[in-house]
């Protein structure tokens, strides 16, 4: 069974420019939730999507940022426009119920 | 407010020396608690979910444990493959489904 899959697995881009992470989720889980660690920091959450829809957004920082999961399958995390504080590793997850969620590789963002 | 607190945040061992890992954590209503492990550049693979005090999980040289206020991860005969970042994350029952992490315990076993 494929795991989860994020892309791309690196991205570098300048201030002010746009971005846009995707996220595939293990087939048949109805639960993604998007994740982000700064440098020297935890993992922290951003937001959970139950299918389609938004389940809880509390931890985007800033209407920079726009989750999408349209038809309830992969996900999009865009970035626009990306600042500096923006870099860091962002990580997709997801869950068949709401307990253990499993983990994709990442995607390392660098804003110069 | 939720929070989970790790130590040590690095942990040197031999070959074969035996040693426990702590998470500790402040929650409304602990929902779970799950360890994970993450090698560099990679994700966090999960280990372990623990749902209730007293409960206990093993797999291989490792054993999770958990009371009210902590967790504990047992590595028993490490092996240098066990070097790892291993990540605990609490669930709570505060009507959201998010997990709090810790800051981690990076773990290098030495041949």
């Known amino acids: 069974e494929a795991g989860v899959t994020q892309f791309p697995s690196h991205s570098v881009i300048e201030k002010g420019q746009t971005v846009t992470l995707r996220c595939d989720p293990i087939?048949?889980?109805?639960?993604l939730y998007w994740y982000r660690r700064v440098m020297g920091k935890e993992i922290k959450f951003l937001l959970h999507?139950?299918?389609?829809?938004?389940?809880?957004e509390s931890g985007m920082p800033n209407n920079r940022f726009l989750a999408e999961r349209t038809g309830g399958t992969y996900s999009t995390l865009k970035v626009q426009p990306a600042e500096l504080e923006d870099s860091g590793v962002y990580f997709c997850?997801?869950?068949?119920?709401?307990?253990?969620?499993?983990f994709g590789p990442g995607t390392r963002l660098t804003v110069l | 407010e939720d929070q989970v607190t790790q130590s040590p945040e690095a942990l040197r061992l031999q070959e074969g020396e035996s040693s426990s890992l702590n998470c500790s954590y402040t929650?409304?209503?602990?929902?779970?608690l799950f360890w994970y492990r993450q090698d560099p550049g990679k994700g966090p693979e999960f280990l372990f979910t623990?749902?209730?005090a007293g409960e206990e999980k093993e797999k291989e040289r490792l054993k999770a444990t958990l009371t009210k206020k902590e967790s504990f991860l047992h590595i028993t005969a490490p092996k240098p493959e066990d070097s790892a970042t291993y990540l605990c994350?609490?669930?709570?029952?505060?009507?959201?489904?998010?997990?709090?992490f810790g800051t981690g315990t990076r773990l290098k076993v030495l041949a």
């Open positions: 997850a997801s869950s068949l119920g709401l307990s253990t969620q499993y």
């Open positions: 087939s048949g889980h109805d639960n």
């Open positions: 999507f139950v299918k389609e829809s938004k389940q809880d």
């Open positions: 929650v409304s209503g602990l929902r779970g």
């Open positions: 623990l749902y209730s």
């Open positions: 994350a609490v669930q709570g029952t505060s009507g959201t489904y998010k997990y709090i």
